[in-house]
């Protein structure tokens, strides 16, 4: 008996809101050709630019593996610490499933790079600079800082490299 006054209330409640959802409250008239008109969303469009987004990735993402098979390790991690707090960090990753990411913050030169623009510039200066598992700690010191134009008045001097074979060559210099 109690949910009968609830009802009642409902089923007058709603055609009132009908009426009222129904008016135009912003003073335009509904014929007014001075209104604007929407614009339909393309859903298509929308997908077509996601899909072509998703390509892009995918190309730079084959474009970044190509490049690195062609040098002879597979990942890069390069931290040089400066006395003035001025410090050089580059990197170029694998995740698990593959895909590469990169990453510079150069504060000698005032570069911050991402994504393919960090690759890019690593790998123009990599691939010339010819580093092998034979490669001697003081051969690799040498060859980053003068690619790199870095002082060789560093504090400490980081590398981490992974090779193609899972060969992982570390060390860490300080002066």
């Known amino acids: 008996m109690k949910k009968l006054p609830l009802i009642l209330f ?5 055609p009132s809101l009908s009426a009222c959802m129904g ?24 997908k077509n630019e996601s899909t072509n987004d998703n390509v892009s990735l995918q190309d730079e ?3 970044m593996k190509n490049k690195m098979e ?17 410090d050089f960090e580059a990197e170029i990753d694998k995740d698990s499933s593959g895909n590469y990411k990169a990453e ?27 580093i092998t598992k034979e490669s001697s700690k003081e051969e690799i010191i040498d060859k980053m800082l003068e ?3 870095l002082d ?10 992974i090779f ?7 060390f860490e210099d300080r002066k």
């Open 10 to 14: 409902v089923i007058l409640l709603v």
């Open 23 to 46: 008016q135009n409250n912003t003073g335009i008239d509904d014929n007014d050709s001075t209104k604007e008109e929407e614009v339909p969303v393309n859903k298509d469009v929308e």
């Open 61 to 63: 993402q084959a474009d």
């Open 70 to 86: 062609a040098l002879e390790f597979a990942e890069i991690e390069i931290e040089v610490d400066y006395p003035d707090h001025k």
């Open 104 to 130: 510079v913050e150069d504060e000698i030169h005032n570069n911050f790079l991402k994504g393919k623009d960090a690759f890019d510039y690593l790998y123009a200066i990599l691939e010339n600079m010819a």
């Open 147 to 149: 690619a790199f134009e």
């Open 152 to 161: 060789p008045n560093y504090e400490k001097f980081e590398v981490e490299i």
């Open 164 to 170: 193609h074979d899972g060969t992982k060559m570390e």
